[in-house]
């Protein structure tokens, strides 16, 4: 059982849709983090956020850290072939860091 | 200049030999870590290190040891190594708050 589930594993869209990925816990984290990681490169930090019911906004990309802590959400407006990588939650719930398994986004132009 | 540097990019070895992987970083951090990313894309810490305290994950075979002479660096040498090591380890730094990772570019090691 891994501590942080993501939803969903792939997910393959046009140019120019909306998406929302998902990640959750049972656990209640301190902090959580999304990062985007592309093609024979390192994952990228994208945005960190700490306080529940937390919106955070990056461009097109939209954050939410849900109120008790538990869950996130990462929304892209108006997606673009650029947008496209594995995106991985990750957080510390006081005992561990761990990375959840990623979900795998493919925009197509 | 880049933030989190390893060498090599690729490492292609046989069996049973041992191999080592650099990690420099010059962001000023004083923690550092060894990631695992298998073919699926998992991505699993191995090893965190800061100043002078090593956490290891108690999954890690004991053929792996991280090194660190310094603050700026950490080298994962393997012993022994076997096919299923084959993956793409990340180095990694973070800043004293909230874990967050700053990554290498990943060494593909591929065990033949």
């Known amino acids: 059982t891994q501590l942080l589930e993501q939803s969903p594993q792939f997910l393959s869209i046009q140019e120019g849709e909306n998406l929302t990925v998902y990640c959750n816990s049972s656990?209640?984290?301190?902090?959580l983090q999304w990062y985007r990681q592309e093609p024979g490169e390192g994952p990228v930090l994208l945005v960190t956020v700490v306080t529940g019911g937390e919106v955070k906004k990056l461009k097109r990309l939209t954050f939410q850290f849900g109120d008790a802590r538990k869950d996130s959400s990462l929304h892209i407006t108006a997606a673009q072939p650029g947008d496209t990588g594995l995106y991985l939650c990750?957080?510390?719930?006081?005992?561990?860091?761990?990375f959840g398994p990623g979900t795998r986004l493919s925009v197509l132009p | 200049d880049t933030a989190v540097s390893q060498t090599p990019k690729y490492l292609v070895t046989q069996m049973g030999n041992d191999k080592s992987i650099k990690c420099e970083q010059n962001?000023?951090?004083?923690?550092m870590y060894w990631y695992k990313q298998d073919s699926k894309k998992f991505l699993k810490i191995m090893f965190s290190?800061?100043?002078?305290?090593?956490?290891i994950n108690e999954t890690v075979p004991n053929r792996f040891s991280p090194k660190s002479p310094d603050k700026a660096h950490l080298n994962l040498h393997i012993n022994s190594l076997e096919l299923g090591d084959s993956a793409v380890y990340f180095c990694a730094s973070s800043p004293p708050s909230y874990y967050e990772q700053y990554f290498g570019p990943g060494t593909r090691l591929t065990v033949t």
């Open positions: 656990s209640v984290f301190s902090s």
């Open positions: 290190y800061n100043n002078k305290e090593l956490i």
């Open positions: 962001l000023g951090h004083d923690t």
């Open positions: 990750a957080g510390d719930d006081g005992q561990n860091f761990v």
